[in-house]
């Protein structure tokens, strides 16, 4: 049964960074390009970044541009995203998610979805 997990989140101060993981198993996503969402109390979930499958493009929401980095290990079946000077405004449960083909940007064509993992930062 193909999962993705996800790890890292935490509480941190404005400014500071985390890493999460996101943790691929039961089948290989090496084919499947991988992205991260958010979803904060309240709003709708939306775009972060997100990676083709050979780890050539990535794709990111304007408002972490500059200080998110998404990246993949396809031989580890990992992905991560490195989030540096982090802002109260990032305060959401983040979900790592999969899909076959289709635009980057828009939940609705990932197939597979972590469960999520929060990240709260304080001011």
């Known amino acids: 049964q193909a999962q993705l997990v996800e790890s890292g989140g935490g509480l941190v101060q404005a400014g500071g960074s985390l890493r999460l993981s996101c943790a691929a198993s039961g089948r290989t996503f090496n084919g499947y390009a991988m992205g991260w969402f958010r979803q904060a109390p309240g709003k709708e979930r939306e775009f972060v970044a997100a990676?083709?499958?050979?780890?050539?493009?990535?794709y990111y929401a304007d408002s972490v541009k500059g200080r998110f980095t998404i990246s993949r290990d396809n031989a580890k079946n990992m992905v991560y995203l490195q989030m540096n000077s982090l802002k109260p405004e990032d305060t959401a449960v983040y979900y790592c998610?999969?899909?076959?083909?289709?635009?980057?940007?828009?939940?609705?064509?990932?197939?597979?979805w972590g469960q999520g993992t929060q990240v709260t930062v304080s001011s």
């Open positions: 998610a999969a899909q076959p083909r289709g635009s980057y940007y828009y939940p609705q064509v990932y197939t597979y």
């Open positions: 990676i083709n499958w050979s780890g050539g493009s990535t």
